[in-house]
């Protein structure tokens, strides 16, 4: 594997931009297009996370090779993975995990790189991501149901799903304002 140096795709849109009607790229995208999730703790207590990319690549020389589902930071310059899983994914929930910290290692090494396309495309002298990578699975609860997140609670994943009763279905053209997906989280810390 070539580990990718430029060309992130950072704060940008790229490939087919409204796929199909619920479908997993198609609320990947509009959770990108919103702009941002906000991690709920409790109902005083939450951390905002900028959206600025998605499938963003960490190889070069493939057309189809690994890619985060979305990619952001929060204040304080955390980087987050966040792997998406509909209800009717058939990947297990062990082998999500294992994807998820494959890409955290694939990451660290480039976030330097990330941090001057950042700086670049946001016109930022000083930008510096920190090295502690939040990881993120967003999923439906249906998804859960099928797949119990108990047994890795412990572990260093949040495991989340949309917050109440929130539809998700046509998020962008009911945004308005400061829109802002909020995400419950099973598992917090």
């Not at 690549?57 to 589902?69: F, V, Y």
């Not at 941090?115 to 990881?135: A, P, Q, W, Y």
């Not at 099928?146 to 279905?169: A, T």
Request: charged letters at 30%; glycine letters at 6%; a positive charge.
């Amino acid at each position: 594997m070539t580990p990718r140096k430029k060309e992130f795709r950072l704060l940008t849109m790229h490939g087919v931009v409204r796929p199909r009607a619920r479908s997993k790229a198609r609320l990947r995208n509009d959770l990108y297009m919103v702009g941002a999730v906000k991690l709920m703790y409790s109902q005083k207590l939450h951390v905002d996370v900028r959206l600025i990319g998605y499938e963003v690549p960490l190889q070069s020389g493939k057309p189809r090779g690994k890619c985060i589902d979305l990619f952001g930071y929060d204040a304080e310059h955390n980087p987050y993975i966040i792997e998406l899983k509909t209800g009717g994914s058939k990947k297990r929930l062990p082998n999500v995990i294992q994807q998820i910290n494959d890409y955290e290692s694939m990451l660290i090494p480039l976030l330097g790189d990330i941090e001057k396309e950042i700086k670049e495309k946001l016109f930022l002298d000083e930008f510096k991501l920190k090295r502690n990578v939040k990881k993120i699975i967003l999923a439906s609860r249906e998804y859960y149901e099928e797949n119990p997140w108990k047994p890795f609670k412990k572990g260093d994943i949040l495991f989340c799903y949309f917050h109440g009763k929130q539809n998700v279905d046509k998020i962008v053209e009911k945004a308005t304002g400061e829109t802002i997906v909020s995400l419950s989280i099973h598992n917090k810390p």
